[in-house]
């Protein structure tokens, strides 16, 4: 089954044969360096480099054409890194070079540029030292608040440049990026790293052989808690003074000099925070075909008019080009995020349902899409012509109704179908299993009792929990109860089932000793309404934990455990999840035994992508029987060692659950992250045995589909179960030329079974523009939705390709978007400019951050199950969570306004923003630390711990305690704010600075050099930028 899943990854596979460096020019063999069905590898970038353009193989000349830029253009330069997507596309963002004429000019002051000036990386030098001119230069021109004038400031150094020079030379060699088991960053030969490394950049430094490794986690060798690294010299002093280039070789020596302004480049939180203020708290009516929805990180109350909400769908741009070569030209993936059961806030409106009785749903005689506002009524009302295919169809004598004036239904706004982009339909019995009503679905409870699990305490804490959280099982709105029936086994090498049948005064116990073939021992009285059933359940989950309170059974089985909830769910004929709560590696004997394979030596070889695949095959038919049977897995993992989540974690994936890990797990701290993340699993909006369908508009289709989904075949995407937090990507290609006029049309619609066990439709909509210009593709790209889809992309290709061609193939593409742009859409410049389109100014920081991430990172110190831990949660991740995942979030809360509620905004993550006396919240969907300065005010330490001092902090708590005081409750209530409506709890993590577990922090601080040896933003930026001048060249 994993052909149509997982395993294949044509668009990786296509071009790994001619896979090569990523650097080594733009020749025929690297322009297979992409995704292939982008695939002409004679495509824009490979043509006769432009007259004007070939002044750039000049070693640093090549600004000379331009020259110092009046101080006007500097000002729109600034403009455009001030504009956020409200100006997308005005303005490409570029990085303007105000170098004075004596700078740019022919002479040069000795320096390694004379020395080598045949050398065949001086096209990329000069690009490279182009570029950190314009970074440096462009300090003076920074954005924000206290910006300096530029003209006097950099012509008052002039042997400013000729350092520069010297610093910015590659070192001579291939360039081919290092392997990942030893990627010092993609830059490591670029100068930009070797500052980095003059500088005591932190990060660069030597391992610390005194710093022990924390349980479960993943310290890296380049850590060192160099206390210097957060001290004065770092907080940026010199960093807005133009000049803070070292003067000359000799202050090489001298102490650390800041080598670029980071807030010369393009900032993340500039960009959402521009978003923001422009587009926050505001109404976005979805009325117009191809219009750019605010960022997902911006709050504001969408209303459907027409077009399904952001919520819903994102995609990667709003103006698909017109023809594939032009899509093959840009290489920007054309892709949609579909969300389909998102969470709406209550003050939108939730969506309609639709019935059209026995009838049922209106759809298209020839391509089945269903009845939209992107039907075209026609005749008076009579027919009307499908969106999608053209088609004419006859309107069916109930749905008549007259046109009005302007050719539009009279009862446009009276149904949702006509008028919304989202709505549902009650489906017929046409659309139901063997075409009989589903039953409502249910969910099985099995509890892994081995003797781990009973001594830690979880069992008890599991069965106790149980108790309350079953009258909070989900139920229609209208609905008193719920409609959902329950189950409860229990195992370890064998599997319990329980009879708690209502009539019962006592549970019964069957005990399933054969494994190999796993049999329902009980029908009647397995499956029970819990509120018919009460006090037999809350007996057993009262009994459990004495019952197995002496085991000493150490082994347990997995498979069968899947295999039993299946057939159970199965016999009674109804869709359902299964909450399996596991510990260990699966050893016994039984069907799905695994054994410990993890192996460090595959690390950077062919063989890596084993580790991301399953052990043994039954899983794999495990799940597709799961899939066909509405089953879905959901796995929470309790693991103290390796377990084998590729293996035991694929049915989870397959079947649309969730897998949740808790390593490590101790009673007392990790408690309230797994029961409220249990309690909101259990209550989540979910649709059963689902369905999901996409269809599009002539001219292109939907290709290839990423997320915690099955495919049998290229067209139906099936999930067992879809909940709110669950997205699948969907990447689309062209079939022929699309039309301007009637743009891109996608239709998802996904037939699921409700809690109650209601057959349903829902359909969601949205239209896209179409264009002959590029230019109109780049203005309408969404970074976040790029991100996740070259995430899932890269994220499922590492299954069959090596992690060092998956990484080559990312930097690559992104040169190639952005290379596309300079060449087709930006006015005319030096070559050795960057420019970057307003709309994916960010881009290259989050994919550095994608490339940095564990799952792309085979580093010994990671452990494996993390890394598949990780694969797995961002292939089935929405674009709010990638984005939040990739780029965390960090919230100085040291001087909070206590008055207002508005939580504060964000900084960038990176080290230099970091401050002694300061305290910050950092997030990323999974993790959450409390970043704790060494001089803290005392009154904010004493509120929030009520402690007198930085050194009685407590780093132990996971929570912070309930305090009455102004502090507490505004920090806690941030704390609440950044957890709403994510899938998984963040347990709190309390790092005090210049303690050992600072090292497991600095991994989210995403824009600095990894200590895993992912590179900075800076020196990504660098290496890009040198891609790029090579591919213009
Ligand atoms: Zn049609």
Redesign the pocket.
């Given at each position: 089954m994993s052909q149509q899943g997982y395993v294949t990854a044509p668009p990786f596979s296509q071009s790994q044969p001619r896979m090569g460096g990523f650097s080594a020019g733009f020749g025929p063999p690297n322009s297979s360096l992409h995704y292939g069905h982008y695939g002409d590898p004679n495509s824009s970038h490979a043509a006769a480099p432009q007259p004007g353009l070939s002044k750039s193989t000049v070693p640093l000349g090549s600004s000379a054409p331009l020259g110092p830029l009046p101080p006007g253009t500097h000002q729109v330069s600034q403009n455009n890194f001030q504009s956020g997507p409200s100006a997308a596309g005005q303005q490409p963002h570029r990085f303007q070079s105000p170098l004075p004429p004596n700078n740019t000019g022919p002479s040069y002051p000795p320096g390694s540029h004379q020395s080598q000036p045949a050398s065949p990386n001086t096209v990329s030098t000069s690009c490279t030292t182009q570029l950190a001119n314009q970074l440096n230069s462009m300090q003076i021109n920074s954005y924000g608040p206290g910006a300096i004038q530029s003209s006097h400031t950099s012509s008052g150094h002039p042997q400013q440049l000729p350092l520069m020079q010297h610093q910015m030379t590659l070192q001579p060699g291939p360039q081919i990026p290092p392997p990942a088991n030893n990627f010092s960053g993609l830059c490591a030969q670029s100068s930009l790293s070797s500052i980095a490394r003059q500088d005591g950049i932190p990060g660069s430094g030597l391992p610390n052989p005194n710093l022990q490794q924390l349980p479960g986690q993943t310290p890296g060798p380049g850590y060192h808690p160099q206390q210097a690294n957060y001290g004065p010299q770092m907080a940026g002093s010199q960093l807005s003074y133009p000049g803070a280039f070292p003067g000359g070789p000799a202050q090489l020596s001298g102490p650390p000099q800041k080598k670029l302004d980071p807030d010369s480049i393009p900032s993340p939180i500039q960009v959402i925070e521009n978003d923001k203020a422009s587009r926050g708290g505001q109404m976005y009516a979805t009325n117009t075909r191809g219009q750019v929805p605010p960022l997902v990180t911006t709050d504001c109350l969408i209303q459907d008019q027409g077009h399904a909400s952001p919520r819903y769908i994102r995609c990667t741009t709003y103006c698909f080009p017109s023809s594939s070569d032009m899509a093959k030209q840009a290489r920007i993936p054309l892709a949609a995020v579909i969300q389909p059961f998102a969470i709406v806030p209550s003050n939108e409106t939730p969506l309609y349902v639709v019935n059209h009785g026995e009838t049922g749903p209106i759809r298209?005689n020839?391509?089945?899409?269903y009845m939209c506002p992107f039907m075209q009524f026609i005749e008076g009302g009579r027919r009307y012509q499908?969106g999608?295919?053209?088609?004419i169809n006859e309107v069916p004598p109930f749905f008549f109704q007259h046109l009005d004036h302007i050719g539009r239904r009279v009862d446009h706004y009276e149904r949702p179908e006509l008028s919304l982009g989202s709505y549902e339909y009650v489906a017929t019995l046409d659309y139901c299993r063997n075409n009989k009503p589903p039953n409502p679905p249910a969910y099985i409870f099995m509890i892994d009792v081995s003797y781990r699990n009973i001594n830690s305490g979880l069992v008890k804490l599991i069965c106790d929990e149980l108790k309350t959280l079953l009258d909070k099982l989900p139920r229609e709105e209208q609905e008193e109860s719920s409609a959902i029936r329950v189950g409860f086994v229990t195992y370890n090498k064998v599997l319990h089932f329980f009879n708690v049948k209502s009539n019962l005064a006592q549970p019964q116990m069957m005990v399933v000793s054969d494994v190999g073939e796993v049999f329902v021992p009980l029908l009647d009285g397995f499956l029970v309404n819990f509120q018919e059933s009460r006090s037999v359940v809350n007996n057993l989950l009262d009994q459990i934990p004495e019952m197995f309170a002496d085991t000493n059974e150490s082994e347990t089985i997995f498979a069968p455990v899947i295999q039993a909830g299946m057939e159970a769910l199965k016999a009674a004929e109804c869709a359902g999840k299964l909450f399996i709560f596991h510990s260990s590696l699966p050893t016994a004997e039984a069907p799905g035994k695994l054994r410990n394979r993890d192996d460090k030596k595959l690390l950077s070889t062919d063989k890596e992508k084993t580790l991301f695949q399953p052990q043994v095959n039954s899983y794999e038919s495990l799940a597709r029987d799961c899939v066909a049977n509405g089953c879905c897995v959901n796995l929470f993992l309790f693991p103290n060692q390796y377990v084998d989540i590729a293996s035991l974690g694929l049915v989870t994936m397959y079947t649309g659950g969730t897998l949740y890990k808790y390593n490590n797990f101790q009673l007392n701290s990790d408690s309230p992250q797994f029961l409220t993340d249990l309690r909101r699993d259990i209550e989540k909006k979910t649709g059963f045995d689902a369905i999901m369908r996409v269809r599009t508009s002539t001219g292109f289709r939907a290709t290839d589909f990423f997320g915690a989904i099955y495919m049998n075949n290229t067209t139906d995407v099936e999930m067992a179960a879809v909940d709110c937090d669950k997205a699948v990507t969907v990447e689309f290609k062209h079939d022929d030329k699309l039309n301007e006029d009637s743009g891109a049309l996608i239709q998802c619609a996904v037939l699921y079974t409700s809690v109650s066990g209601q057959r349903r439709l829902r359909i969601h909509n949205i239209g896209l523009n179409c264009s002959t210009q590029l230019a109109d593709v780049y203005k309408t790209c969404e970074t976040d939705a790029l991100i996740n889809f070259f995430a899932k992309s890269a994220f499922k290709a590492i299954l069959s390709q090596p992690l060092k061609v998956v990484r080559e193939i990312l930097v690559s593409q992104t040169a190639h978007m952005l290379a596309c742009y300079r060449k087709n859409c930006a006015s005319p410049s030096a070559v050795s400019q960057l420019i970057l389109p307003d709309a994916m100014k960010v881009l290259p920081v989050y994919m550095n951050c994608l490339l940095k991430s564990t799952v792309l990172t085979g580093r010994p110190e990671i452990p494996t199950d993390e890394r598949a831990y990780h694969r797995q949660l961002v292939m089935s991740m929405g674009v709010a969570d990638t984005q939040l995942f990739f780029y965390p979030q960090l919230l100085p809360i040291h001087n909070l306004d206590l008055k207002s509620d508005a939580v504060p905004a964000a900084v960038r993550c990176s080290e230099e923003r970091l401050s002694e006396g300061g305290a910050f919240i950092l997030a990323n969907g999974l993790s959450m630390f409390l970043w704790l300065g060494v001089s803290t005010p005392p009154e904010l330490i004493q509120g929030l711990f009520n402690v007198p001092s930085f050194a009685h902090i407590s780093a132990e708590a996971t929570l912070l305690p309930d305090l009455a005081n102004p502090y507490s409750k505004k920090i806690k209530s941030i704390v609440e704010h950044i957890q709403s409506q994510k899938p998984y709890t963040m347990k709190l993590m309390i790092v005090k600075q210049r303690e050992q577990p600072e090292m497991l922090f600095r991994q989210f601080l995403v824009e600095d050099k990894s200590i895993h040896g992912g590179a900075s933003y800076v020196d990504f930026l660098c290496c890009v930028h040198k891609e790029i001048c090579q591919l213009l060249n």
């Open positions: 298209c020839r391509c089945k899409a499908c999608f295919c053209n088609c």
